[in-house]
């Protein structure tokens, strides 16, 4: 193939006799056979390769009048070699061979192939006139077997230099775009830092004074405002209260990224019993049972996690409202070697067409009249779980219920 490399390292090659004298009257023998076929051999060898999905466009690029030079070329460095000690000269050309197919992301098994075409084209005419001299046969094939394993040891050599210098450039690239990849990042954060301070700051102060002045006409201007005017304040106050949770929430969701994990091992039982307790004192006058398995204890973030568990078990309560008995189901179940935690409970549940917009910020399935709520806990939850390097995702039917499903990796 014509040598395409623009920019080629120099190699070391060995200049001294690389055959034992034996080896050398047999790689002779085998070099004056191949020039007496060279013309058939070299005519069958293109076309072969000219129906080779990688080296048949290569060769459709080349003119006859460079397809001769290259073939001149490569029969004088083959005799100087053989003939006139100069193996200095062929190895160095092969070297660069090896380095161009590195370069050009040619595999070694592609241009490896060459040579085995090479033989299988040589082996025949070596039968057609030996076939009475079989001493004569062994000989020029040894030959042939020398000249080509010398041949192929070299390309291999200069080739898988080549590739790992190619390696070791891609893997320094590599540090260096995540080394600037890692500032972007801490600029990034440092302006979700700034984000969440205006939010926390800048947005609750116009919420608290829309709040306390509507709790100072609600106190003095009482009589005037009328049953309308009372409707409307509480409207006011209603969304007041929901903007206020709304930020919360995305302030949550903000900092989750930046806030460190504290790794401990507690009892997932438990954490899920404490969660359920604190959320049923909410719901006076409810008959909610809570089921909950032998459930493992994990090795993660404990806070974090009761986010999940309120969010999870929150969800339940909140979903089953309209269930004179709501039950919920909490255990695990083995996936694949894996424990996976799920949540069960009997309420609304959805339809599975929409489960991909579950864990979206703002994602509703559900009507806020219905079921209240800001649309980020999902979100929050699988953030946690991501960042425990597990996986959360859900189940359900409508009116019979939803399973939500999570797995925390290990630490």
């Known amino acids: 193939m014509e040598n395409r490399m623009e920019n080629t390292t120099s190699n070391q090659v060995t200049t001294h006799q690389p055959f034992k004298d034996d080896e050398l009257v047999m790689i002779k023998e085998y070099f004056e056979f191949s020039q007496k076929y060279s013309e058939q051999i070299n005519e069958k060898l293109n076309h072969a390769l000219s129906e080779h999905p990688l080296w048949g466009p290569m060769l459709q690029e080349q003119t006859a009048e460079q397809k001769e030079m290259q073939q001149e070329r490569s029969i004088k460095l083959q005799r100087a070699a053989i003939y006139e000690n100069r193996w200095d000269l062929y190895a160095q050309d092969l070297m660069t061979q090896g380095i161009m197919y590195a370069q050009m992301n040619i595999s070694y098994s592609e241009w490896y192939e060459i040579i085995h075409l090479y033989k299988d084209h040589m082996y025949p005419y070596i039968r057609c006139d030996y076939e009475k001299n079989s001493r004569q046969a062994i000989n ?71 709040d306390g002045f509507s709790k100072i006409l609600n106190k003095k201007f009482d009589a005037k405002l009328g049953d309308e005017g009372k409707k409307y304040l509480e409207i006011i106050t209603s969304s007041i209260a929901k903007m206020g949770s709304l930020i919360d929430d995305l302030l949550s969701f903000s ?28 719901e006076p006058g ?23 568990a309120s969010n999870l078990i929150g969800n339940a309560i909140k979903f089953t409202k309209y269930k004179e008995h709501a039950k919920i189901e909490v255990d695990t179940l083995n996936e694949n070697d894996q424990c996976v935690f799920y949540i069960k409970d009997n309420g ?53 219920g939803a399973t939500f499903y999570f797995t925390i990796g290990q630490e």
Not at 269 to 281: Q, S, T
């Open 140 to 210: 020029i094939c040894r030959g042939l077997s020398y000249f080509l394993d010398y041949t192929m040891a070299l390309l291999a050599e200069a080739y898988f230099q080549e590739r790992n210098n190619i390696i070791t450039k891609m893997n320094s690239d590599l540090e260096k775009r995540i080394e600037e990849r890692t500032v972007e990042l801490m600029e990034i954060n440092k302006e979700l830092e700034s984000f969440s301070y205006t939010v926390s700051h800048d947005l609750r102060a116009p919420i608290r004074a829309v």
């Open 255 to 282: 900092r989750l990224g930046r806030m460190n994990k504290n790794t401990t091992s507690f009892s997932m039982k438990g954490l899920f019993k404490e969660v359920f307790e604190d959320l049923k004192l909410g």
């Open 348 to 400: 609304a549940g959805f339809d599975m067409e929409y489960a991909d917009n579950l864990f979206g910020i703002f994602q509703r399935l559900h009507s806020e009249d219905e079921f209240p709520g800001t649309g980020i806990g999902l979100a929050i939850a699988q953030r946690i779980i991501h960042r425990h390097r597990g996986k959360i995702w859900a189940e359900a039917t409508p009116e019979e």
């Open 286 to 308: 409810r008959n909610i049972e809570l089921i909950i398995g032998s459930l493992e204890d994990v090795k993660a973030d404990r806070e974090m996690l009761k986010h999940v």
